[in-house]
């Protein structure tokens, strides 16, 4: 027969069903919040960048005259002083490309990270198209993280040689 338990056995053998069942679930469950908390960090990163582009944009439409709406420009001549304003835009934007590099950037990235990445390796094809921001680059580059210079500059040569 079995006997009755007391409250010390009763107390250990709840003991070992806490260990057996409530520490994995609790294990999980603290991994699935780190991963949901990740992929969050990584929204809000990717959507503070794109509010930075969305400014950059008004940036480029404040100084239309630089012609630098048009996929390849105009091809007109600029004056010294919208050659050095043309040349900063240049530097904001490859400092937004760097910046969104080092945060979202990596070698082997999942299916969401990809998807972050892929709308800002658009917008540096579609820069690197222009023929003045490849004509650009070499002024702009030194001093920048040098796998991102490395990175945007595949980006540019693939682009030029896309062009011939």
């Not at 991994?31 to 940036?59: C, G, P, T």
């Not at 990445?117 to 650009?136: K, L, P």
């Amino acid at each position: 027969m079995i006997a009755a338990l007391t409250w010390f056995e009763w107390a250990e053998a709840l003991s070992y069903l806490v260990t057996i069942f409530g520490l994995p679930l609790a294990i999980v469950v603290f991994l699935a919040e780190q991963r949901k908390e990740q992929r969050n960090d990584q929204e809000e990163i990717y959507q503070r960048l794109s509010d930075e582009y969305v400014n950059f944009q008004k940036l480029v439409l404040d100084h239309a005259d630089l012609g630098l709406l048009r996929a390849q420009g105009d091809g007109a001549e600029l004056s010294e002083e919208q050659q050095e304003r043309k040349l900063a835009i240049f530097n904001i934007l490859i400092s937004l490309f760097e910046r969104a590099y080092l945060l979202v950037y990596e070698e082997r990235m999942d299916k969401q990270t990809r998807r972050l990445w892929q709308s800002w390796e658009d917008y540096m094809r579609d820069w690197c198209r222009r023929m003045d921001f490849r004509a650009a680059l070499p002024e702009l580059l030194p001093g920048e993280d040098e796998d991102f210079a490395a990175h945007i500059q595949s980006i540019a040569d693939a682009e030029a040689a896309n062009r011939k």
